[in-house]
């Protein structure tokens, strides 16, 4: 399964994604997400949720393939849908949720960092909207939660990405640890919540969402609205085709020279003028 949950001793429930090869979210799977933060905010037994991912990063955002794939609006519609609800659900979630982010974390995975009560991330994460360069308009709403306002506007015009490190300078990023500690340190934050009283901890969740200034979900619906106008245009789809054409390109080349790398490696170490190098080889470690 793409999201699973695991219920630990300590009241916390763990959810991961797991699409490779980036994480880039079909609709089934916005949708499975949204049910397993769901869940585990309406079990009294839980006190803290933790969302993380395996692979190469935290999340790519939708996946514009599966979107692309249909001759109608629909799979549009459904990742618009899909995504809302994946977020709302965080954002709802009657148990502090804590984002463990690794890696890339974009379009999307902004939506779920932004609308986390707590972002604990890895050294190598960064975050970004690439939407503008897809012909889709979203999650500005969540980047105004995680960077100053200047700041956010400039990344959706220029889809430039931050890194964590700056953004736990902003103070919206609780800590920054090494690759290997990301998971420790966010089951540490959650651990410590968990410790509080649960009664007093739900009503501080929905306190806390009661007095925010912006309401995330108007807000977030309000942007998707702009994706349907550009969609209809044709600029949308424009984008996103020239997005997939330019992936398949790459992948494409990549099989190839993965191809060509296998080949040459069936041939054996090429024949060298100096016969003392022609059996020297470099084992993986990077020793001689």
Same mark, same amino acid.
């Given at each position: 399964?793409?999201?699973?949950?695991?219920?630990?001793?300590?009241?916390?429930?763990?959810?991961?994604?797991?699409?490779?090869?980036?994480?880039?979210?079909?609709?089934?799977?916005?949708?499975?997400?949204?049910?397993?933060?769901?869940?585990?905010?309406?079990?009294?037994?839980?006190?803290?949720?933790?969302?993380?991912?395996?692979?190469?990063?935290?999340?790519?955002?939708?996946?514009?393939?599966?979107?692309?794939?249909?001759?109608?609006?629909?799979?549009?519609?459904?990742?618009?849908?899909?995504?809302?609800?994946?977020?709302?659900?965080?954002?709802?979630?009657?148990?502090?949720?804590?984002?463990?982010?690794?890696?890339?974390?974009?379009?999307?995975?902004?939506?779920?960092?932004?609308?986390?009560?707590?972002?604990?991330?890895?050294?190598?994460?960064?975050?970004?909207?690439? /939407?503008?360069?897809?012909? #889709? +308009?979203?999650? %500005?709403?969540?980047?105004?939660?995680?960077? !100053? &306002?200047?700041?956010? $506007? =400039?990344?959706?015009?220029?889809?430039?990405?931050?890194?964590?490190?700056?953004?736990?300078?902003?103070?919206?990023?609780?800590?920054?640890?090494?690759?290997? /500690?990301?998971?420790?340190? #966010? +089951?540490?934050? %959650?651990?410590?919540?968990?410790?509080?009283? !649960? &009664?007093?901890?739900? $009503? =501080?969740?929905?306190?806390?969402?009661?007095?925010?200034?912006?309401?995330?979900?108007?807000?977030?619906?309000?942007?998707?609205?702009?994706?349907?106008?550009?969609?209809?245009?044709?600029?949308?789809?424009?984008?996103?085709?020239?997005?997939?054409?330019?992936?398949?390109?790459?992948?494409? $080349?990549?099989?190839?020279?993965?191809?060509?790398?296998?080949?040459?490696?069936?041939?054996?170490?090429?024949?060298?003028?100096?016969?003392?190098?022609?059996?020297?080889?470099?084992?993986?470690?990077?020793?001689?």
């Amino acid at each position: 399964m793409a999201v699973s949950t695991t219920i630990h001793s300590s009241d916390i429930a763990e959810i991961v994604v797991h699409t490779p090869p980036v994480n880039a979210l079909a609709v089934r799977d916005w949708y499975d997400l949204a049910d397993a933060v769901r869940h585990s905010g309406h079990d009294p037994a839980v006190r803290a949720a933790l969302v993380r991912a395996k692979g190469r990063g935290f999340n790519a955002g939708v996946n514009i393939k599966e979107m692309q794939r249909t001759n109608d609006f629909d799979a549009l519609l459904g990742a618009n849908r899909a995504c809302y609800a994946a977020f709302a659900a965080i954002y709802d979630c009657e148990v502090p949720v804590i984002a463990a982010v690794h890696g890339f974390c974009l379009g999307g995975g902004v939506g779920l960092a932004g609308n986390a009560d707590i972002v604990v991330a890895s050294e190598d994460a960064y975050f970004g909207l690439p /939407e503008v360069d897809r012909g #889709a +308009l979203g999650a %500005a709403t969540h980047l105004g939660r995680l960077v !100053p &306002q200047h700041l956010m $506007r =400039a990344m959706v015009y220029t889809c430039r990405n931050v890194r964590a490190t700056e953004l736990h300078a902003y103070g919206s990023v609780l800590s920054v640890v090494p690759p290997a /500690e990301l998971r420790a340190e #966010a +089951l540490a934050v %959650a651990g410590e919540i968990a410790q509080k009283d !649960p &009664q007093v901890i739900r $009503r =501080a969740k929905e306190v806390l969402n009661g007095i925010d200034p912006v309401d995330v979900k108007r807000s977030y619906r309000f942007e998707q609205g702009f994706t349907y106008e550009l969609t209809l245009t044709g600029a949308g789809g424009a984008h996103r085709d020239g997005f997939v054409a330019e992936r398949e390109t790459r992948e494409t $080349r990549e099989t190839r020279e993965s191809a060509d790398c296998e080949e040459a490696a069936d041939k054996g170490p090429p024949l060298s003028p100096l016969p003392y190098l022609a059996h020297t080889t470099t084992d993986t470690d990077g020793t001689r």
